[in-house]
């Protein structure tokens, strides 16, 4: 008869372990840094501006650092302002990669490119896709929501003539089965539900090492 008493003894102290290890978790979840996806989900928030007038005029800017006007924008620059908040400075990644690699680098007739150009390299969408897929990750293009995850970029082929690009955060749609989007597609740097509402062609994931 003893037994039971001393059975259940157990399992209410096993039960107790269990809850100890959860806060535990709990704890050290909430105190450690965060990642490196997470701090590029918070600048993509960061740069949130409505305001923003698109402008893809191609522009004179200095090199490395440089910027187009703050009050300006187009949506690779919302993908460079945000690494810039992590002091990667795109322009200099692209541009040093593509000084030794342009062959691997899309040159379009429209563009007439014959060499590097430091003030839109990183400012096209076609340039930033060879970039990431070569110094970063490519994964793969679905139709699931959960396979695009807090800090990845996506780029989109709008009206199947349109390159558009953006970056995932952490915050979810309000069904949650997105993750929103910080880009700018005309309406200024905005967080948006529009992962799927133009063609994915691309999904990468990029941190400096």
Same mark, same amino acid.
């Given at each position: 008869? =003893?037994?039971?008493?001393? /059975?259940? %003894?157990?399992?209410?102290?096993?039960?107790?372990?269990?809850? !100890?290890?959860?806060?535990?978790?709990?704890?050290?979840?909430?105190?450690?840094?965060?990642?490196?996806?997470?701090?590029?989900?918070?600048?993509?928030?960061?740069?949130?501006? +409505?305001?923003?007038?698109?402008? &893809?005029?191609?522009?004179?800017?200095?090199? +490395?650092?440089?910027?187009? &006007?703050?009050?300006?924008?187009?949506?690779?620059?919302? @993908?460079?302002?945000?690494?810039?908040? %992590?002091?990667?400075?795109?322009?200099?990644?692209?541009?040093?990669?593509?000084?030794?690699?342009?062959?691997?680098? &899309?040159?379009?007739?429209?563009?007439?490119?014959?060499?590097?150009?430091?003030?839109?390299?990183?400012? =096209?969408?076609?340039?930033?896709?060879?970039?990431?897929?070569?110094?970063?990750?490519?994964? +793969?293009?679905?139709?699931? #929501?959960?396979?695009?995850?807090?800090? !990845?970029?996506?780029?989109?082929?709008?009206?199947?003539?349109? +390159?558009?690009?953006?970056?995932?955060?952490?915050?979810?749609?309000?069904? #949650?089965? =997105?993750?929103?989007?910080?880009?700018?597609v005309g309406g200024g740097? @905005? /967080?948006?539900?529009?992962?799927?509402?133009?063609?994915?062609? #691309?999904?990468?994931?990029?941190?400096?090492?």
């Amino acid at each position: 008869m =003893r037994v039971f008493p001393l /059975l259940l %003894l157990c399992l209410l102290f096993s039960n107790c372990i269990e809850k !100890e290890k959860s806060k535990i978790a709990v704890l050290s979840t909430q105190n450690s840094p965060p990642s490196f996806e997470r701090k590029l989900s918070d600048a993509a928030l960061s740069i949130l501006n +409505p305001s923003i007038r698109y402008d &893809p005029s191609y522009i004179s800017i200095q090199y +490395p650092n440089g910027d187009v &006007p703050a009050t300006t924008g187009v949506c690779t620059d919302v @993908v460079i302002r945000t690494y810039r908040k %992590l002091k990667i400075d795109l322009q200099k990644e692209v541009h040093e990669d593509m000084l030794s690699n342009f062959a691997l680098y &899309p040159n379009f007739e429209k563009w007439g490119m014959t060499k590097t150009d430091t003030n839109i390299d990183h400012r =096209r969408v076609p340039n930033l896709e060879v970039f990431f897929e070569r110094k970063g990750q490519k994964l +793969p293009v679905s139709t699931l #929501g959960n396979d695009y995850k807090t800090g !990845e970029i996506v780029t989109w082929m709008i009206n199947d003539k349109l +390159p558009h690009i953006g970056i995932i955060t952490h915050k979810k749609s309000a069904d #949650g089965q =997105r993750n929103l989007i910080v880009h700018n597609v005309g309406g200024g740097q @905005v /967080l948006e539900d529009c992962l799927f509402d133009y063609k994915i062609v #691309g999904h990468y994931k990029y941190k400096k090492e």
